[in-house]
């Protein structure tokens, strides 16, 4: 089983995905450093003050502002209500949430990436893992050796199980080195707070608590990762179904945009929350900036990734074990 | 190369499988099994630099509280009067100004009496040297409801609360900032060309009154009218609302504030 998870990830290696990815991921960092760089400076500047707190405060205010206004929808307003409870929590517990630094360009880093930038780059190693050797012929060479069709397809999806950690690892580690020199390399130990959760319109903080942020980055992570690992998932299942590699990443690509552009409409169409593009998001529940919608909770998200997960791998290693190879 | 660098891409690969794992069991466990039930605001000794920063060279610092017309409504430029104010006092410091305008659109005098005890504006509010704040234009014309119904009585109680909150306002600010002055950029009447003019011009006389009245109790805190920058030509200095003022009507404001703010070169308000 080793050697054929090390044939299968000397097999990836060879096509050079991953240093692509890694290229990808090392020219965006340093342009979305610039970009919060950017950002921090415009803001002090027109505030005339770095002090953190007159900024969450002139936040809370704007929030307030934008609430008052009689033209936003109505979840947009929910929305609102509560980022402004937690606002104000941060701001009353004295706890800058946007504390400049490397650990927090890593979190807000993934945090934003999770719904599509991170997904996507697991498409493009997991798109043509076994539609490439049907396209390409080889699959019949593959399937001639001595090996049962399970263990082979178990090899793939194990290499492939790797190479989404590694990504996960390397936008970790890259992210962290490249702001680093922007931002200075301190602030694991800045407190955040986790645990809010959203009742009906309100903000519940009874259960919030607080935990030093290399605990908060791990945990993300590992949210990270799981969401990873559950398109990745899916789209190996397509893979196998499918022959065309260019057809596997249409229809990845479609359902994961089609995912970002549904999310805002789920409070309308309930049963949406079913389709585990909408489930993404899942770094929201633990910042607390969930868009508050009935029955949609980290534990809900997760069991739907999870069944959907389960059920491409079962899809997956039937077909794959039943089918004419021709 | 490539015989070393595959070994090592799947040792590393297995040890983040390995972390990522732990990380999502303990997100799982921090999030969704372990119920917290204590509650730590003791978090100001975990942040070692709560002492206030803002305060660090000689520059002016400006708090701006109130309503619409210190958030500058109805300004195509956005910078309602606290930002042409701001303009103004650079070019006479030649310093920069710090700013924290606060203004919250539709705020009624017992919002500001709320807002005024949140930590954070009262912190604010201790570190200005200048405060400039509107507040009663929707206690007394609540966004042209008053006006179907012109009741004086009713109008009258509203005039006695307002003064009452007004007061409060006041005092607040004085107990967080004994030392800056406050600015009060008084009513006007938007209405003044409207039908019973006469009534409403009446009233926003009298609540202006008052006000000057209320200021006057406490120290440095300068009642300023803006009566009768809007009493001959409204309707040039009014936004399409004809309610509140356009960018010439709040520069009007801002020269009038700005003529009272003195700063020395090196930008210290005397």
Not at chain 1, 94 to 100: E, K, L, S
Request: glycine share 6%.
């Amino acid at each position: 089983m080793t050697s054929l998870v090390h044939n299968e990830m000397l097999k990836l290696l060879r096509k050079k995905r991953l240093y692509v990815i890694i290229l990808i991921i090392a020219f965006l960092v340093p342009l979305f450093t610039y970009a919060q760089f950017k950002q921090i400076q415009t803001a002090a500047e027109k505030l005339g003050t770095d002090d953190w707190r007159t900024r969450l405060q002139q936040e809370i205010v704007d929030t307030q502002n934008r609430l008052s206004s009689s033209r936003i929808q109505d979840e947009w307003r929910k929305f609102l209500k509560v980022r402004l409870t937690q606002q104000q929590y941060y701001l009353d517990n004295d706890i800058n949430p946007q504390a400049p630094g490397a650990p927090t360009f890593m979190r807000v880093f993934a945090e934003n990436s999770i719904d599509l930038l991170l997904p996507l780059l697991v498409m493009v190693v997991a798109a043509d893992l076994v539609s490439s050797e049907a396209s390409g012929g080889t699959i019949k060479l593959l399937l001639t050796r001595p090996v049962q069709r399970w263990r082979i397809l178990l090899s793939k999806y194990l290499a492939l199980l790797l190479s989404v950690s590694f990504i996960v690892l390397m936008v970790g580690i890259l992210s962290y080195l490249i702001s680093g020199i922007v931002f200075g390399y301190g602030g694991w130990n800045l407190p955040l707070l986790t645990g809010f959760s959203v009742q009906g319109d309100e903000l519940v903080t009874n259960s919030v608590h607080m935990v030093p942020q290399w605990q908060y980055i791990l945990m993300e992570f590992g949210l990270v990762w799981f969401v990873c690992v559950a398109v990745g998932t899916l789209t190996f299942m397509l893979s196998v179904l499918l022959r065309s590699t260019a057809a596997v990443m249409g229809i990845m690509l479609a359902s994961l945009i089609a995912g970002a552009i549904l999310v805002n409409m789920v409070s309308s169409w309930e049963s949406a929350k079913y389709f585990f593009m909408v489930n993404l998001q899942l770094t929201n529940y633990v910042s607390g900036m969930a868009l508050p919608i009935e029955g949609m909770s980290l534990g809900f998200s997760m069991a739907v990734l999870a069944v959907w997960t389960i059920a491409a791998l079962v899809i997956s290693f039937v077909v794959f074990t039943k089918r004419d190879v021709y | 190369m490539k015989k070393r660098t595959l070994p090592v891409i799947i040792a590393i690969s297995s040890f983040s499988v390995l972390l990522f794992l732990f990380g999502l069991g303990w997100a799982v466990k921090d999030q969704l099994v372990d119920t917290h039930s204590e509650l730590q605001p003791s978090t100001k000794e975990t942040a070692g630099n709560t002492e206030p920063s803002a305060k660090k060279d000689n520059k002016i610092t400006v708090a701006a509280i109130g309503d619409s017309l210190t958030r500058g409504t109805g300004d195509d430029n956005g910078k309602g009067y606290v930002g042409y104010l701001i303009e103004q006092l650079k070019k006479k410091s030649g310093s920069s100004i710090a700013v924290a305008n606060s203004a919250i659109k539709g705020e009624r005098s017992e919002g500001l009496v709320e807002q005024l005890k949140q930590p954070q504006i009262q912190r604010q509010i201790a570190n200005a040297d200048v405060i400039v704040m509107t507040i009663g234009g929707n206690d007394l014309f609540r966004g042209g409801e008053a006006l179907q119904s012109l009741d004086t009585n009713s109008i009258e109680d509203s005039r006695i609360q307002y003064i009452k909150n007004l007061e409060i306002i006041y005092g607040a600010i004085r107990k967080q900032n004994p030392k800056a002055e406050v600015f009060h950029v008084g009513l006007y009447n938007p209405f003044i060309n409207m039908q019973e003019s006469e009534l409403t011009t009446a009233i926003v006389r009298d609540w202006n009154f008052a006000a000057a009245e209320s200021a006057a109790k406490f120290e440095k805190v300068v009642y300023i009218p803006t009566f009768d920058l809007f009493q001959l030509r409204a309707e040039d200095y009014l936004y399409s609302d004809q309610f509140h003022p356009n960018a010439e009507g709040y520069k009007l404001i801002a020269e009038r504030v700005a003529s009272l703010i003195t700063v020395q070169e090196e930008g210290k308000t005397k």
